[in-house]
């Protein structure tokens, strides 16, 4: 019984110490959970302090920064105007410049249509002039000469030119130098007034002899140079100046073995042309005229760097026949006073004749 009792204080005294210190182990750990806390709100209390220092330190230098940049801008505020402004001018003018590049290049483009309009107009407006047939009056005129030539072959029909040359115009008739050469200064007459109208620049036409002259005997420039002054100095040289540089072409009928053709010394153009109704080459020639021209410069002491091209058209009208040559020669210097590319057929050629026959009695180009 007495055991049994102690047994319980016993018990109860341990139960009471545990509890005790339990209690006690409680409080402790009270007690040290709030120191922890406490040390735990005074860091975050450190943490927020150099926060709030740092932010206010990031703060005043970001102000500064600001305040400096703006200090920096009212420097630079004229220089950078200026240069917004020249950025801004500079694009202008380069647009003003593309847009005034374009706009020459349209005026160009639209001046170059006009002209080739303006050509091609010209062109069929003064080929249907020079491919138009005689009226039949006009056609009876000529009958008439022919058959007054033929009862008298020697009788003058218009001033240097007798009945027998007349006759050469009539079908298969071979022309002769009075014939090529009459129809040139005919020409030639029509040029100086269209000249003197400000129509045309100045173009002569030389005559047959001139070619035969230069060519008979070894090269001389002198006959060259005697032939051009000569007939220069018939023209007012006050209005075209003093050297064949100051003339628009210069053009020769060549009769080379009894074939006839066309060569033109183009001075605009600085080439020398040949039209010829059988298409030949002539190289030797060009040479030849090419030198002329050469020594015309030096003996003039004029300074010409440009090369004298050597010419023949890709389109030319061609005979079929083996005296047509002379007609095809006198219509070739006819459409070169024009300004223009001989442009016609074989089978124009009979009216070319009895239009030629026409000029040359009436004395007067149509």
């Not at 040359?165 to 009459?182: A, F, T």
């Not at 173009?203 to 002259?213: A, E, G, R």
């Not at 009208?317 to 074989?346: A, I, R």
Request: net charge positive; with cysteine; aromatic share 10%.
């Amino acid at each position: 019984m007495n055991t049994l009792i102690c047994d319980f204080f016993q018990k109860s005294g341990h139960d009471q110490q545990k509890d005790l210190n339990q209690d006690s182990y409680g409080e402790n750990s009270l007690l040290r959970n709030d120191d922890k806390n406490n040390v735990d709100m005074e860091e975050r209390k450190q943490t927020n302090k150099r926060r709030k220092r740092k932010h206010k330190k990031i703060k005043y230098i970001y102000k500064k920064r600001k305040n400096l940049n703006k200090k920096r801008k009212i420097t630079l505020s004229g220089e950078t105007i200026n240069r917004k402004l020249k950025t801004f001018i500079g694009e202008a003018e380069q647009n003003k410049n593309i847009n005034y590049t374009e706009s020459i290049a349209n005026a160009i483009l639209d001046n170059q249509k006009k002209e080739e309009y303006e050509q091609i107009a010209k062109l069929n407006h003064m080929r249907a002039i020079k491919l138009q047939q005689l009226t039949d009056e006009q056609k009876r005129i000529v009958q008439q000469t022919f058959q007054t030539a033929e009862k008298n072959t020697q009788s003058t029909v218009y001033g240097k030119l007798r009945a027998s040359d007349i006759l050469r115009l009539k079908p298969r008739g071979w022309l002769n130098d009075e014939i090529v050469n009459s129809y040139g200064e005919m020409l030639e007459d029509r040029n100086k007034i269209r000249f003197n109208n400000g129509e045309c620049g100045m173009i002569i036409l030389m005559n047959s002899f001139f070619f035969t002259k230069l060519t008979s005997n070894a090269y001389d420039y002198n006959v060259f140079n005697r032939w051009i002054s000569s007939k220069i100095k018939k023209i007012d040289v006050f209005k075209i100046g003093k050297t064949m540089f100051d003339l628009d072409k210069i053009i020769v009928p060549i009769n080379m073995n009894d074939h006839w053709f066309c060569m033109c010394i183009n001075i605009r153009k600085k080439r020398i042309e040949f039209y010829n109704s059988i298409n030949t080459d002539h190289i030797k020639l060009y040479d030849r005229f090419k030198r002329c021209i050469e020594d015309e410069i030096n003996n003039k002491k004029l300074i010409m760097k440009e090369e004298w091209s050597y010419y023949t058209p890709s389109s030319i009208p061609l005979q079929k026949n083996n005296f047509d040559c002379g007609v095809f020669t006198c219509k070739f210097m006819d459409w070169l006073c024009d300004d223009l590319n001989p442009d016609f057929e074989q089978e124009d050629v009979h009216g070319f004749r009895l239009k030629i026959a026409y000029e040359l009695i009436t004395n007067k180009l149509l």
